[in-house]
């Protein structure tokens, strides 16, 4: 797994290597905090940097509190309950993303 920051107008990514032998490029959608454990969500692309149909994956994630330099750690989630509550918080990120979206294209104006 290798993570790249991408200049400030481009998305961060990971690389991952998956049990296949296959190496997956991937952007880095938000990390999510639920249950007192931290979430990474990635969305696979394709050799073009695209994703056509919406596909995300959910790991866990951590990060060494005494090394900020060492690489971010992520690991499978095994359990049904808790991949639905990540899946749970992660649609809640969606909600209030489009929220503020609408929030930002309205102007005040409209408020008054």
Do not use: H
């Amino acid at each position: 797994m290798e993570f790249e920051n991408e200049p400030a107008d481009e998305e961060m990514t990971v690389t991952l290597d998956l049990e296949d032998g296959r190496t997956v490029e991937c952007a880095v959608i938000t990390i999510l905090e639920t249950g007192g454990k931290d979430y990474i969500v990635l969305q696979p692309l394709d050799e073009n940097g695209e994703n056509e149909d919406g596909e995300v994956w959910f790991y866990r994630y951590s990060e060494n509190p005494d090394d900020p330099d060492e690489e971010p750690e992520l690991g499978y989630i095994d359990d049904d309950e808790e991949y639905e509550a990540v899946e749970d918080a992660f649609e809640e990120f969606l909600d209030d993303a489009e929220f503020d979206e609408i929030v930002e294209e309205t102007p005040e104006d409209d408020y008054l």
